[in-house]
């Protein structure tokens, strides 16, 4: 069983940064692979962005790429979603997921998809005023 804790959300203005965390435990870190997904209200749950188990390799979606930066710390156990010139139109819940299947190969196309993900957090609200 793997439990991820988001934090970090909050009220931002446009052109804003913010930071937000995930907190996994339950499993080896390193062995999970990662990614960010947001929900705004009345839509549905899209992709933000992946990261592979090691870190070193990342896919985002077009909306966030070039603004948005995922990393994470494995001694730590934590993944993190730099976001940059926060938009209005990124308001919205903001979930980490976690794969805990054994894989083989690492793709950001094949780690787009909702229903790769196995674990899920509750989520941390970030709101963004024009």
């Known amino acids: 069983q793997v439990q991820l804790a988001e934090s970090g959300g909050g009220l931002v203005q446009a052109g804003d940064s913010l930071n937000v965390s995930c907190e996994a435990s339950g499993r080896t870190f390193s062995s999970l692979a990662m990614g960010w997904f947001r929900q705004a209200p009345g839509k549905e749950r899209e992709f933000v962005g992946a990261?592979?188990?090691?870190?070193?390799?990342?896919y985002y979606a077009d909306s966030v790429k070039g603004r948005f930066t995922i990393s994470r710390d494995n001694d730590k156990n934590m993944l993190y979603l730099r976001m940059n010139s926060l938009k209005p139109e990124d308001t919205a819940v903001y979930y980490c997921?976690?794969?805990?299947?054994?894989?083989?190969?690492?793709?950001?196309?094949?780690?787009?998809?909702?229903?790769?993900?196995?674990?899920w957090g509750q989520g941390t609200q970030v709101t963004v005023s024009s």
């Open positions: 997921a976690a794969d805990s299947r054994r894989r083989t190969y690492w793709s950001g196309p094949y780690y787009s998809q909702r229903g790769q993900y196995d674990y």
């Open positions: 990261i592979n188990w090691s870190g070193g390799t990342t």
